[in-house]
């Protein structure tokens, strides 16, 4: 079995004279929880759709769980939580997540004690034998979040899973995701709410202009955790201003200062010896953790636009 939940290299969507993703290359490991961030037009829904076997893609290759995307059979480990969603309104939570039970295939009483466990996960018991149409969008978005998780699968997308739900909402998604991971499934999270997926995601990618362009591991992971340290100092020349590379990435250098984007703090104490040694006069010398809207704006440039 491949460590892989989702593999892609070079998949590409066009849709007549508009290139919709240009190369989404990225892997996703199994049993952790994935981040997918950019901005409005970045291609995400489509990639999204391309994953799920629900557009075709024009070019390029991927795998959904160790098959090719769009197979039949991989579907059914398959949950997903859309964006925009409609249930019928006259049905009940309870009723819908039964019927949605008969389409798995589940057996009836299956089917029955898994939508009482998810109604009560997502807390609707109270509120599970009244029609969808007096529910709250909170409410109907827990109930797309219980559909979601219904047929009890291996790798589960989730598109903005906490929009229109307040602050204990959102806390109760968090703390169903870790739930989810700890039990070994894959979580592949779309959403805006930065400080959400900085609090439950192990890893993230940036997609822009239909392409990933980078990729971070966060905090939860335990690991890759980055920093930007800045350092002034005089009398730093050409040779030295390069040998900075060998502690992390330089975002920007220009008279007296370097910005650096660290992995650690770790890496202060060496970056002053280097300085030193090499004749230069150090005068400033700081690291402060990078929040997860600090590097999106970077990475996404200060000319892109407001979606």
């Not at 999204?48 to 769980?65: C, D, F, R, W, Y």
């Amino acid at each position: 079995m491949t460590n892989a939940a989702i593999e892609t290299r070079s998949l590409r969507k066009r849709y007549g004279e508009k290139l919709a993703v240009e190369d989404l290359s990225l892997t996703v490991r199994r049993g952790e929880v994935f981040g997918f961030l950019g901005p409005n037009g970045a291609g995400k829904t489509t990639s999204l759709k391309m994953l799920l076997g629900l557009v075709e893609p024009t070019g390029g290759a991927g795998t959904l769980l160790g098959a090719p995307l769009g197979d039949r059979a991989t579907r059914a480990k398959v949950g997903f939580l859309p964006e925009h969603f409609r249930f019928p309104e006259w049905t009940s939570a309870r009723e819908l997540l039964r019927f949605h039970g008969r389409l798995l295939e589940l057996p009836d009483t299956i089917a029955r004690e898994r939508a009482e466990r998810l109604l009560g996960t997502v807390d609707l018991l109270d509120a599970a034998h009244r029609p969808l149409r007096g529910y709250s969008k909170g409410m109907l978005q827990r109930t797309g979040l219980a559909l979601a998780l219904l047929g009890e699968p291996e790798l589960v997308f989730l598109d903005e899973p906490t929009s229109g739900l307040d602050p204990l909402g959102r806390r109760l998604v968090r703390d169903l995701i870790r739930a989810e991971r700890d039990k070994g499934t894959t979580v592949f999270l779309n959403s805006h709410l930065l400080g959400e997926v900085e609090a439950t995601c192990d890893r993230v990618a940036f997609v822009k202009g239909g392409r990933v362009v980078r990729e971070r591991a966060l905090a939860a992971e335990g690991e890759g955790v980055e920093f930007e340290a800045v350092l002034r100092a005089s009398g730093l020349d050409a040779d030295a201003r390069a040998g900075l590379e060998r502690f992390g990435r330089v975002l920007h250098d220009e008279g007296d200062e370097v910005r650096l984007s660290l992995a650690s703090e770790s890496a202060l104490p060496e970056i002053a010896r280097w300085v030193v040694e090499r004749g230069a006069s150090l005068r400033h010398l700081s690291a402060d953790h990078v929040s997860l809207e600090d590097e999106f704006l970077e990475v996404m440039g200060a000319d892109h636009r407001p979606g």
